[in-house]
């Protein structure tokens, strides 16, 4: 079993889990409205999260500083329209006051020259790394051995422009840093995130007014199907799968049943699984494999060697049309807000947000989401799916989760639209970190290997007018970039002899993908495609020990025109 977190913020949770002892945001939006710095990573909200633009917006108005550590100049973060403040709406805000253009996977390098900075020059906070942390000797350590050279390299970024930021970063009262996609998917995602903790802990940012580490979401189910226990290794709230914790959830007062102790296979593990011959059954809730993981033709072949696929879904996708082994069953299921009892989600920062049922016709065959497997498992085994599913509506499971889950306790009271509650409150860790000795763990990471061949470029994924798989506009509004456009610098554009609109293939091992030259601000020698169009050149066995895929690739660009020369002369 697992969620969609598994191709976004996995390496967040594991990390922070390791780190601080909790995978959710340690602050709120509001918090950004007074904080002295704002650092956003691997994140575009203006395209990716467009209603936290409002925190943004008054934040801005508070004299907030706004920093940028990305590959691409993103126009959204540089000027964007708040929809929901009219002057914003009418003239725009601009946001963004400094730009840290790296390298596609600079992250690490940039950090540990931000954090060799903090060090050289005494601004990081000793008296909290004493009082509240460990591993702080190594991380010292580790940052004081590594050459400039070697850091500059990595993060494309100078000795002067890290001391910038660290400068910055070292001299503000408070600063939170938002990220996203851009630093977890990595085959190095989770030591991207470490590195983030590394900075926060050694400024003391957590647990302050306007501090805190905030891995911004951009799915509503991702927080919260995590933290309900839809994940191979863990149960509710990250309990870690294991013959204690299977007893612990036994027990009459909680489950009644007692639930598997082995762990399952994550997402990219049961596409492996299933080209081995070894799934016989894959149920898919809303997902998409075909459109959604690394190299889907690969994905495709193994999917269709499943002897019965079951596919519940609001609507057809790709994924199930995949020609079958042997069946295919699709169950209609209903939105949430469809749902009876209405539903919850939780958002970015740890608020459980109650919405009504919306009355209305509704399809004929369709069931509601949580109904579903339910009546199958009824069909199956009466007498243990009646104690294991004694639900009539939503409000019967949010009753459950109020009485199993303490983190989530009030959950039940939500019952009118606009009802919600922040687990936790407005941010975590005040006192002290939730790991077993109460501090917050420094991680000695080491820099990751540079995969960067003479001739080639590294590509990464990025999303435009879409959710998830699901595109809805062919152009991205913010960047004005159609769907097959490839980002390129003017200098890589120029070295190539080519110009803006130019076709190019871009080839590697895995597959090629034919599109168009978009001159724009990005890093020389760093490319970025749309995701899932460019899935093709993305090798499917690299994985974060999270178990995300990295959507990044090393690719070869050849003009079309050349090409098309070579086999008119064939």
């Given amino acids: 079993m697992d969620t969609s977190a598994r191709l976004c913020h996995a390496p967040s949770t594991l990390a922070l889990n390791e780190t601080v002892g909790c995978a959710a945001t340690t602050c709120s939006y509001s918090d950004w409205i007074g904080s002295d710095l704002l650092i956003f990573v691997g994140s575009n909200i203006a395209n990716n999260q467009p209603v936290a633009t409002k925190y943004l917006y008054y934040a801005k108005k508070a004299g907030t500083k706004v920093f940028v550590v990305n590959p691409y100049f993103e126009p959204g973060l540089e000027r964007y329209w708040v929809p929901s403040v009219a002057e914003s709406a009418l003239f725009g805000t601009r946001f963004a006051d400094d730009f840290f253009q790296i390298h596609l996977g600079g992250d690490i390098p940039f950090f ?46 100078s000795k002067a422009d890290m001391f910038r ?46 501090t805190g580490l905030m891995p911004i979401r951009g799915h509503s189910g991702v927080q919260g199907g995590a933290e309900m226990g839809g994940m191979p290794g863990a149960y509710v709230m990250g309990y870690p799968v294991n013959e204690e914790n299977a007893r612990r959830f036994a027990a009459p007062e909680r489950w009644g049943f007692q639930p598997p102790a082995w762990k399952g296979l994550s997402a990219s593990q049961m596409i492996l699984a299933a080209e081995r011959g070894e799934i016989d059954v894959l149920w898919q809730s809303g997902g998409n494999f075909v459109e959604t993981l690394p190299e889907p033709d690969r994905v495709r072949r193994a999917v269709a060697s499943i002897g019965l696929r079951i596919h519940q879904d609001i609507v057809v996708s790709s994924n199930m049309l995949v020609e079958p082994a042997d069946t295919v069953v699709l169950l209609p299921s209903r939105t949430r807000y469809e749902q009876r009892g209405g539903g919850t989600e939780t958002s970015t920062e740890r608020r459980i947000i109650y919405s009504p049922e919306i009355p209305g016709p509704r399809p004929a065959e369709a069931r509601d989401e949580w109904e579903i ?47 919600n509650l922040q687990y936790g409150g407005p941010r975590l860790l005040t006192d002290r970190f939730l790991t077993p000795d109460g501090k917050g763990r420094f991680s000695a990471i080491d ?93 499917a066995g690299c994985l974060d020990p999270s178990g995300v895929p990295d959507y990044n690739a090393v690719v070869e660009v050849v003009p079309v025109a050349q090409v098309t020369a070579r086999l008119s002369s064939d």
């Fill in 447 to 539: 820099l990751p290997e540079e995969l960067m061949p003479e001739g080639r470029f590294l590509l990464s994924t990025r999303r435009g007018k879409q959710f998830n798989s699901m595109v809805f506009d062919a152009t991205d509004a913010l960047t004005g970039a159609q769907r097959d456009d490839i980002l390129m610098a003017l200098e890589d554009a120029e070295r190539l002899g080519l110009q803006a609109g130019d076709g190019i293939l871009l080839r590697n091992d895995r597959g090629e993908f034919r599109g168009r030259v978009r001159i724009d601000r990005i890093k020389p020698g760093c490319l970025q495609g749309h995701w899932p169009e460019v899935n093709v050149l993305v090798p």
């Fill in 165 to 210: 930021f660290a400068q910055a970063f070292g001299t503000a009262r408070s600063a939170i840093i938002i990220w996203s996609m851009g630093i977890t998917q990595h085959r190095y995602g989770s030591d991207n995130v470490r590195a983030i903790v590394n900075l926060q802990l050694a400024r003391g940012n957590v647990g302050r007014p306007h």
């Fill in 112 to 157: 540990y020259g931000v954090l060799k900075h903090l060090i050289e020059n005494n601004w990081a906070d000793r008296e909290f790394i004493a009082a509240r942390t460990t591993g702080w000797e190594q991380v010292e350590a580790k940052a004081r051995s590594l050459p400039w050279e070697a850091l500059e390299r990595g993060a494309g970024q």
């Fill in 373 to 419: 497997p339910m009546l199958v498992a009824r069909r199956a085994d009466p007498e243990r799916a009646a104690r294991c599913f004694p639900w009539r509506d939503t409000q019967d499971i949010r009753e459950e989760i109020d009485r199993i889950c303490p983190t989530y306790k009030g959950i039940a009271s939500l019952r009118k639209k606009g009802d």
